[in-house]
């Protein structure tokens, strides 16, 4: 699988790696794939479906919806039901009261009155009351004597001030019965003789006058706040609506509408709302790249490797999801969301998994939300975004595929405590077996991340052409077999290559470039003197040298070939395409200075350089450009008989003067002080590895100095 990913990576032209059309392709092809995989989260699937007839299908609620319709009907009982507010007006009571003291005045001024006849006092008092008396009840205040006259009268407004200040109202005046009872209990402890009691009974009957009115403003106050005190009634996520040969009936039907699950009447407001949060997400992640990950920006296969590990982790959020119907289960717990941000740490770069956590987080709200009346529920969306962080940062720079397990249980353990946390927020939810069950999905959710991690990494670096520090840390074991080989083979190369790996190594390190690539490249750069090692000097030992004997043409040719061959083994071999860059690059375009002079003094007719120089191309990263300063620096300072610190340094800066000039730095990033970092470093590596050393005496010169 690995070569066939090899193969296909290879046979994909460089140029669509840095073109800016096709970047622009691949971040609306991310907006895609992050908003196609949610569609179904938002606006649920519609059904042509009519009242009075079966339904073909058991649909569930797909999101928490009010049933405007039920809420209305529930909220109209509640008003019915709402008695009137009423309010007693107090100035009707005086009036009325004032009325029974105007009758009793009267009837005395006219039965003191000795000008007037009985008929014409009679008539004048009927005509002055402005309801009916009974004829013995006229006489009787026309006759009374004076005393007992004010005392009815005391009574009479007494009776009438006590029964409306109770408040009367329209329909109690108009049951004359009512009224009787109720002054009858008013008086029935009254001091009066019967005549006395007649009168007043007669009078406060008709005397009392409605005084209650329907307060309109509290009342429609009182069923305001009845209306609102009805809760919405509500349709919720996973309800099931209607069941597979179910008769669908109006009720049924308004259900139906209301969850927007009807074609007819179907909202696409939502795909609306997600695809403007989905465009936000996608330019923000763009600008972020583009200003702090220049790098990850500039190559379309790491924009493309993004894309392709979003909608991976996404789309395992998706198949989680389709077993929310089981009950014991917690897709939402259990959904291995670290995986995502593990692979982004590994593959590309930790604060770029962490930015994507948000993303993850925001797609897992969505797509478990089967509760909340929001589009998000924000307990998966925190749950998502810890999980993703502690995958990320739990990885650092790992360099083993063991500590991606570590990671899990580190992700596993995080998952634990957010579990708690969202427990503890929302405590009127769930009992402490739901929780412990929880627990339990929340820590293979991040075990399942590390391993489903452990094994999409390789698909990820073989199709992509990646190498991540895990799979540089393997290919830097004396066990892989081209480090074998060259080691039986080519015992110099070997031990040559070693050297300039540590010296690259730390100079990468220095300048802040990548030393374990440097370092593992550095250890193949030579691999291509395996096809004819007698002819470098490294492994020459106890042998004469050929080219002694060789013209320099030929030596130029056996040398330089040893480029193209390294290329060529490591192709065979299926390393990287980073790696078989060191082989290619780390003589540039230089010039064989030693062959070509040979070659000057022994033609008769001017040479040109072109002949005698390295095909190239030139060192194309910093880390190239330092393997090759190093591989010059090594074999030349191994050439020295007595090297000195000062002699070392001198040799060093030749070095790199020499390919300053050549332009062997043109198409790399290295700067001037970046190149006297390099140097520095060099040089004190160099005088650590060709230190000079004490040299002890032998037993025989002891003994001797000793006698």
């Known amino acids: 699988m690995k070569a066939s990913l090899r193969r296909l990576h290879l046979s994909v032209p460089e140029s669509w790696k840095t073109s800016v059309t096709i970047r622009r392709l691949l971040f609306l092809f991310l907006g895609l794939m992050i908003y196609l995989p949610l569609m179904g989260d938002v606006l649920p699937k519609t059904f042509d479906l009519n009242v009075n007839t079966v339904s073909d299908v058991t649909l569930t609620a797909p999101v928490t919806v009010e049933d405007t319709e039920a809420t209305e009907q529930a909220r109209a009982k509640a008003i019915s039901e709402v008695q009137p507010v009423y309010s007693r007006d107090d100035t009707i009571t005086m009036h009325q009261v004032k009325l029974v003291s105007f009758i009793y005045k009267k009837a005395s001024e ?94 406060a009957m008709p005397s009392i006058a409605p005084n209650v009115t329907i307060n309109e403003e509290s009342t429609n106050t009182l069923k305001e706040t009845v209306r609102r005190s009805v809760k919405p009634i509500m349709i919720y996520k996973g309800e099931v609506l209607v069941e597979k040969d179910q008769y669908i009936s109006e009720e049924v039907y308004r259900k139906l509408n209301a969850a927007g699950l009807l074609e007819r009447n179907a909202s696409k407001l939502p795909f609306l709302g997600l695809a403007l949060l989905v465009l936000f997400s996608v330019l923000f992640l763009r600008t972020y790249i583009a200003q702090a990950h220049r790098k990850i920006y500039g190559s379309n296969a790491h924009i493309l490797m993004l894309s392709l590990i ?70 998966y969306a925190l749950y998502g975004f810890l999980s993703g962080v502690a995958g990320a940062y739990s990885l650092g720079k790992a360099t083993k595929r063991t500590r991606i397990l570590q990671a899990g249980f580190l992700v596993s353990a995080m998952n634990v405590v957010a579990i708690t946390a969202l427990y503890l927020l929302v405590s009127s939810t769930g009992s402490w077996r739901e929780l412990l069950n929880e627990y339990a999905f929340g820590m293979i959710s991040g075990l399942l991340a590390a391993v489903l991690a452990i094994g999409l990494l390789p698909f990820f670096e073989g199709l992509f052409g990646i190498l991540s520090p895990m799979r540089l840390i393997e290919l830097s074991s004396p066990n892989q077999p081209l480090l074998r080989r060259m080691l039986m083979e080519t015992p110099g190369t070997y031990h040559h290559s070693m050297m300039v790996a540590s010296l690259s190594e730390a100079a990468c390190e220095a300048v802040g470039a990548d030393g374990l690539l440097a370092r593992v490249g550095a250890y193949y750069h030579d691999v291509g003197k395996m096809k004819r090692p007698h002819f470098f000097i490294e492994n020459q030992i106890n042998r004469d040298n050929p080219h002694d004997t060789l013209a320099p043409g030929l030596s130029k040719r056996i040398i330089i070939a040893h480029v193209e061959d390294g290329v060529r083994i490591l192709e065979e071999n299926g390393l990287p395409k980073q790696i078989i860059d060191f082989a290619q690059q780390h003589h540039g375009t230089t010039l064989l200075k030693f062959f070509y002079h040979k070659a000057a003094k022994a033609s008769d007719t001017p040479i040109p350089e072109s002949e005698y120089r390295y095909p190239g191309p030139k060192a194309q990263t910093r880390e190239t450009a330092i393997v090759g300063i190093c591989d010059s620096a090594e074999a030349a300072v191994r050439s020295m008989s007595h090297p000195t610190p000062e002699s070392i340094e001198t040799l060093v800066r030749r070095i790199i003067a020499d390919r300053l000039e050549d332009g062997q730095f043109n198409e790399c990033d290295l700067t001037m002080q970046e190149l006297e970092c390099v140097a520095q470093t060099i040089c004190e590596t160099l005088q650590g590895f060709f230190h000079n050393r004490i040299e002890y005496p032998d037993d025989k010169q002891v003994a001797v100095k000793q006698a």
């Open 110 to 203: 006219l039965a003191a009155r000795q000008d007037m006849t009985p008929e014409a006092k009679l008539k004048e008092l009927k005509e002055n009351i402005p309801f009916s008396l009974s004829a013995d009840t006229m006489q009787s205040l026309l006759t009374m004597p004076a005393p007992a006259l004010n005392a009815a009268a005391q009574e009479t407004n007494k009776v009438v001030t006590s029964i409306m200040q109770k408040g009367i109202d329209k329909k109690t005046t108009s049951d004359p019965e009512v009224i009787q009872q109720l002054v009858n209990q008013q008086i029935v402890l009254v001091d009066l003789d019967s005549k006395s009691r007649k009168v007043v009974r007669e009078v």
């Open 310 to 379: 979003i909608f991976l982790n996404i789309i395992f959020m998706k198949i989680m999801s389709s077993f929310s119907t089981i009950d014991f289960f917690s897709p939402g717990y259990v959904v291995p969301i670290a995986l995502g941000s593990m692979l982004i740490a590994i593959l590309l770069d930790t604060q770029l998994a962490i930015v994507c956590s948000v993303l993850f987080a925001f797609a897992a709200g969505i797509i478990f939300n089967f509760e909340s009346l929001l589009p998000v529920d924000f307990r």
